[in-house]
């Protein structure tokens, strides 16, 4: 496992619009990213890049839900930190069990970086 400051976050949502815009806004804000436009590819990916730390995932995809996306990455990367990003009714009290932390749509970029690992 890389060390968490200095690890790749992995962003994933069948949105690719919404993927390529936390995307920029990381990389401008020093972070390296894997941009996925799915769980699948997200899960590969994941499998490829041991350097991924974070992962920023959708909660509504097809094929393999957010919820469902999650616990796959749990079970099989127990260290990674998960970012669930979802405009539904969601709290921190369905995800944190699962391991994970809930971000609202739109996204607000202040609030997003203060879950990140600060750079250093």
């Known amino acids: 496992m890389p060390n968490i400051e200095n690890s790749t976050i992995l962003v994933t949502d069948d949105n690719r619009d919404a993927v390529d815009v936390i995307s920029t806004f990381l990389v401008t804000s020093g972070y390296a990213t894997i941009p996925t436009y799915s769980a699948r590819e997200a899960l590969d990916a994941l499998d490829r890049d041991p350097t991924v730390g974070v992962v920023i995932s959708d909660v509504r995809m097809p094929?393999?839900?957010g919820f469902d996306?999650?616990?796959v990455?749990?079970?099989?990367?127990?260290?990674?930190?998960?970012?669930?990003?979802t405009g539904?009714?969601?709290t921190n009290d369905d995800v944190v069990p699962l391991g994970a932390t809930i971000l609202k749509k739109p996204v607000e970029f202040d609030q997003l970086l203060r879950l990140l690992p600060k750079r250093q």
Do not use: A, M
């Open 73 to 85: 990455v749990k079970h099989r990367f127990p260290n990674l930190k998960v970012i669930l990003v």
């Open 88 to 90: 539904h009714e969601i």
């Open 63 to 65: 094929e393999l839900d």
């Open 69 to 71: 996306f999650l616990r």
